[in-house]
């Protein structure tokens, strides 16, 4: 019988869809918070003017506020699906794309 008290479970492919361990509870509560920081962050400088574009370099999309700022995908797409963010313009026709390109906060 093989002594599985040096096999190291961490490595293991059923890892993956098994029971979480502190260390992984604790990376990915980092990274939502990470996430949601960014996204108020982003939301409060939309609300102050501010309007989020999307374009397209070296093959993958790129997200920015007007004031120059970068936004990460994930927060960005946070962003777009609030209710309060409207698309304002027609954008181009780029494979895969979405049906905007520049979005902006709306108090209405």
Known sequence: ???DSSFDHSRSPTRRGGVQ???ELTLA????DR????AT???TTMKRGASLHLHYSAGRSLWRLS??????DEVARM???RPEIIGCDDG???PNAQSHQTWRFSND
Not at 29 to 32: E, N
Not at 67 to 72: L, M, S, T, V
């Open 79 to 81: 962003i777009i699906a």
């Open 92 to 94: 181009l026709p780029f």
């Open 21 to 23: 361990s502190l260390s």
């Open 1 to 3: 019988m093989r002594d």
């Open 41 to 43: 962050k982003t939301l």
């Open 35 to 38: 996430r949601r920081a960014g």
């Open 29 to 32: 509560r980092r990274r939502q």
């Open 67 to 72: 004031n120059g700022e970068f936004i990460p």
